[in-house]
């Protein structure tokens, strides 16, 4: 026997369950969330930074800069109201040559544009003050980044999920989805549901589960791989909030820095390198059928050529200690290899365009009766909660209209 459901959410990351939170305590409905894995948050969510971006650094106007700025101060109440640990500590940006400085101003003047009128330029004064041991010639101080941990705040919002009469269900990995009566059968490795609406936030999957739905999502999803060293615990101390490089705007990544973790220690990373599966957490994780998927995808033949000088220097990196270690001594200069040890990675999610472009902002495709989230990735942990109120006008959306395949979600 099938339970029915309003809607039926694939995906038990963050992105999911703040849209069930939405579609619950807003709309008054009754989501299901079904997640793949045994717990929650196991793959992105579980494998971030645990950054509350400010929304520095997005394009303004645009949904990451929007929701990201929402999302953000949201993501600070639900952490005081329940209780989740979180520091709004801080962060500086470094610029480290001239040639950096032009980006570093649009860098100020896009965090302004995005309402972040606390920012401040800093001297090298001014960065020593607050990270004595780190170099540079100019840096921007953004006081309202924090940092938290992502996956107590996806439990906690299956929390108020349940107590909102929506469920969650764990080891239900969809295998299956059948129109009938108007409505869905989802079929999972744990029981079938049945649910009016279908929302897909299968994160580095959802490519896969779009097309498992019968819909085209126009792009393909390309996992990159981000991988972390910890500082030693006797050299923490040489980092004291949270320190970044000022990004390469060719690529969506922020470069290799410094956070700080809630739980106490000091972790440098992420670099991006092309992963050799969907769950590619190591070079040891391949499979020859995610490969064979990428190599057909005309989007990832342009995105090598384009990017091809990148991706060898990313792939050195990634192999070598020592120059992942040069490029960290470039913020602080005191760091030696016996400072970091290699510790945990993580894959995200990119959606490329068969063109090779990969989609800066947020992307949402949506079809009768469903609503497929094709491109989540950072800032979406902290904006989820932005975010999901959106999904949920998007159910609202679908659940009444005609077949339409929408570019984006603002549309
Ligand atoms: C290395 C790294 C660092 C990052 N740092 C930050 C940061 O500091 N701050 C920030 O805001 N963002 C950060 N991000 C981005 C952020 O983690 C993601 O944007 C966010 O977690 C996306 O959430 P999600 O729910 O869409 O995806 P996910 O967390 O990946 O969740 C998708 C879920 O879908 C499940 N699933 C897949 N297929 C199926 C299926 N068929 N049936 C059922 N379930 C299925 C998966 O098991 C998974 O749990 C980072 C990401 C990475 C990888």
Not at 75 to 79: E, K, L, N
């Given at each position: 026997?099938s339970?029915?459901f309003?809607?039926?959410?694939i995906?038990?990351?963050?992105?999911?369950?703040?849209?069930?939170m939405a579609?619950?305590?807003?709309d008054?409905?009754?989501p299901?969330?079904?997640?793949?894995?045994?717990?929650?948050?196991?793959?992105?969510?579980?494998h971030?930074?645990?950054?509350?971006?400010?929304?520095?650094y997005?394009k303004?106007?645009?949904?990451?800069?929007?929701?990201?700025?929402a999302?953000?101060?949201e993501?600070?109440?639900?952490?005081a109201?329940?209780a989740?640990?979180?520091?709004r500590c801080?962060?500086?940006?470094?610029a480290?040559?001239?040639?950096?400085?032009?980006?570093?101003?649009?860098?100020e003047r896009?965090g302004r544009?995005?309402g972040?009128t606390d920012i401040?330029?800093?001297t090298p004064d001014?960065?020593?003050?607050?990270?004595?041991?780190?170099?540079?010639?100019?840096?921007?101080?953004?006081?309202?980044?924090?940092i938290?941990?992502?996956?107590?705040?996806?439990?906690?919002?299956?929390?108020?999920?349940?107590?909102?009469?929506?469920?969650v269900r764990?080891?239900?990995?969809?295998?299956?989805v059948?129109?009938?009566?108007?409505?869905?059968?989802?079929?999972?490795?744990?029981?079938?549901?049945?649910a009016?609406?279908?929302v897909?936030?299968?994160?580095?999957?959802s490519?896969?589960?779009?097309?498992m739905c019968?819909?085209?999502?126009?792009?393909?999803?390309?996992?990159?791989?981000g991988?972390y060293y910890?500082l030693?615990?006797s050299?923490?101390s040489?980092?004291?909030n949270?320190?970044?490089?000022?990004?390469?705007?060719?690529?969506?990544f922020?470069?290799?820095h410094?956070?700080r973790?809630v739980g106490?220690?000091?972790?440098?990373?992420p670099?991006a390198?092309?992963?050799?599966?969907?769950?590619?957490?190591?070079w040891?994780?391949?499979?020859?059928?995610?490969?064979?998927?990428?190599?057909?995808?005309?989007?990832?033949?342009?995105?090598?050529?384009?990017?091809?000088?990148t991706?060898?220097?990313?792939?050195?990196?990634?192999?070598?200690?020592?120059?992942?270690?040069?490029?960290?001594?470039r913020?602080?200069?005191?760091?030696?290899?016996?400072d970091?040890f290699?510790?945990?990675?993580g894959?995200?999610a990119?959606?490329?365009?068969?063109?090779?472009k990969?989609?800066?902002?947020?992307?949402l495709v949506?079809?009768?009766?469903?609503?497929?989230?094709?491109?989540a990735?950072s800032?979406?942990?902290?904006?989820?909660?932005?975010?999901?109120?959106?999904?949920?006008?998007?159910v609202?959306e679908?659940?009444?209209?005609?077949?339409?395949?929408s570019p984006?979600?603002?549309?």
């Open positions: 026997m339970t029915q309003d809607v039926a959410i995906g038990g990351g963050i992105v999911g369950m703040a849209t069930a579609l619950a305590t807003r008054g409905l009754r299901v969330v079904l997640e793949a894995e045994k717990e929650l948050a196991a793959h992105q969510t579980g971030n930074s645990g950054v509350i971006h400010s929304g520095l997005y303004p106007g645009s949904l990451k800069a929007r929701l990201c700025a999302g953000r101060d993501m600070y109440r639900f952490c109201e329940h989740i640990p979180h520091e801080g962060k500086i940006v470094v480290l040559d001239g040639s950096e400085l032009p980006r570093l101003d649009e860098l896009r544009a995005n972040l401040r330029r800093l001014g960065i020593r003050d607050l990270e004595p041991h780190c170099a540079g010639i100019a840096a921007l101080h953004v006081p309202i980044t924090g938290v941990t992502y996956p107590a705040v996806t439990r906690a919002m299956a929390g108020v999920v349940r107590a909102a009469q929506g469920d764990t080891g239900s990995r969809v295998v299956g059948r129109r009938e009566d108007g409505g869905f059968i989802v079929e999972s490795t744990g029981s079938p549901v049945r009016r609406t279908i897909n936030c299968a994160g580095v999957l490519d896969r589960v779009a097309l019968g819909v085209e999502p126009g792009v393909r999803i390309i996992p990159f791989r991988e910890d030693v615990e050299r923490r040489l980092v004291r949270l320190i970044y490089p000022v990004p390469d705007p060719r690529f969506p922020l470069g290799v410094y956070t973790m106490g220690g000091v972790e440098a990373g670099n390198v092309l992963a050799m599966a969907r769950h590619g957490y190591s040891r994780n391949w499979s020859a059928g995610d490969l064979w998927g990428l190599l057909r995808f005309s989007g990832f033949w342009h995105m090598a050529r384009a990017q091809w000088r991706g060898v220097m990313e792939l050195r990196r990634s192999l070598s200690k020592s120059r992942f270690v040069a490029d960290l001594r913020l602080i200069p005191e760091i030696r290899g016996a970091v290699r510790a945990r990675s894959v995200r990119q959606a490329v365009d068969p063109t090779g990969f989609l800066d902002d947020f992307h949506s079809a009768p009766g469903m609503v497929h989230v094709l491109n990735p800032p979406a942990a902290t904006a989820s909660i932005a975010i999901g109120r959106v999904i949920a006008d998007r609202r679908v659940s009444s209209a005609r077949a339409t395949v984006a979600l603002a549309g």
